[in-house]
């Protein structure tokens, strides 16, 4: 791989993307896809695979178009994205070689109803890929700083009908693998996501004062007034103004960075 920044070189993310490369994926499933971010990661890093399927609820006009440019963006490859509720999977028993899920848990109205789904369409012996950011352990200041901007971007969402809810503890992730009782179960803890590695702008996020971020925070933070504008109280939108300032200071304090995640690959 090539020259890494310091940060990221350290965290577990090599390593899973190196383990995700001794894996043949043969039909996969990514569940929540959104815009398939986690399938270009997979197309990287596997070691081989014979085709997507992606499917996300869409629950917004916003993700349907995301769904639609990802079609776009995979046009003419062994992906297909379909618009579906994880909690009822429109497949047959044990009819994918791999399912993942990414950055999905805490967007979900049920995880047990969704994880007793993505394993039923599981083989027996396939491969159970699940990534997750959580709150608690030791997140640095700017990591902290990011999840307060987490919050309150769940909060908007879940005003808006969308379920968003808070990050989950490290305790709560695991709880929930260890639920699915899957064998072979390997825990990869890494302060920095899979997905770093191939982002472009990894030497810049090495600091996490970074303007390009900080700019990008401060959007979405403006945006996210934006759409409840119509749709709550003015005290409701005045409480979520004064706390979307009060993040945009930590985060000038700070910096912002991604959560500390999970990675956790086990078999049916
Ligand atoms: C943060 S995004 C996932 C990001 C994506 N996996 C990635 O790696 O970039 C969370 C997604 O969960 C989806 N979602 C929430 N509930 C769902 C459900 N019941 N079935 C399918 N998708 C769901 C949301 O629509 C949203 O697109």
Redesign the pocket.
């Known amino acids: 791989m090539e020259d890494l920044p310091k940060g990221l070189a350290s965290s577990n993310a090599p390593k899973i993307a190196e383990r995700l490369g001794s894996i043949s994926g043969g039909k996969v499933l990514?569940?929540?896809?959104?815009?398939?971010?986690?399938i270009d990661?997979l197309i990287k890093t596997l070691q081989a695979y014979d085709s997507f399927v992606g499917?996300?609820?869409?629950?917004?006009d916003e993700?349907k178009k995301?769904m639609e440019s990802a079609k776009k963006r995979f046009e003419g490859k062994a992906v297909q994205f379909l618009q579906?509720?994880?909690?009822n999977l429109q497949f047959e028993d044990a009819s994918f070689d791999t399912v993942c899920?990414?950055?999905?848990l805490?967007?979900?109205?049920?995880i047990a109803r969704?994880m007793t789904e993505m394993k039923r369409v599981l083989k027996k012996g396939g491969n159970f890929i699940l990534?997750e950011m959580y709150c608690d352990g030791e997140q640095t200041e700017a990591q902290k700083a990011s999840e307060l901007e987490h919050e309150r971007a769940a909060r908007i969402d879940s005003l808006l009908g969308?379920?968003h809810n808070k990050t989950l503890t490290r305790q709560e992730i695991i709880g929930i693998a260890d639920g699915l009782k899957l064998s072979e179960v390997e825990i990869f803890d890494s302060t920095h996501p899979v997905?770093c590695l191939f982002c472009e702008r990894k030497h810049e996020c090495e600091d996490p004062r970074n303007q390009t971020t900080f700019q990008k925070i401060v959007k979405d933070i403006d945006d996210g007034i934006e759409r409840i504008k119509n749709h709550v109280d003015l005290q409701t939108r005045m409480r979520l103004m004064e706390e979307g300032e009060k993040v945009k200071e930590a985060i000038a304090k700070s910096g912002a960075s991604p959560a500390s995640c999970l990675f956790i690959i086990g078999r049916r």
């Open positions: 990514d569940v929540a896809t959104a815009q398939g971010k986690f990661i499917i996300d609820l869409c629950p917004s993700s995301d579906m509720n994880a909690e899920i990414s950055s999905g805490h967007h979900l109205a049920s969704v990534q969308i379920t997905e």
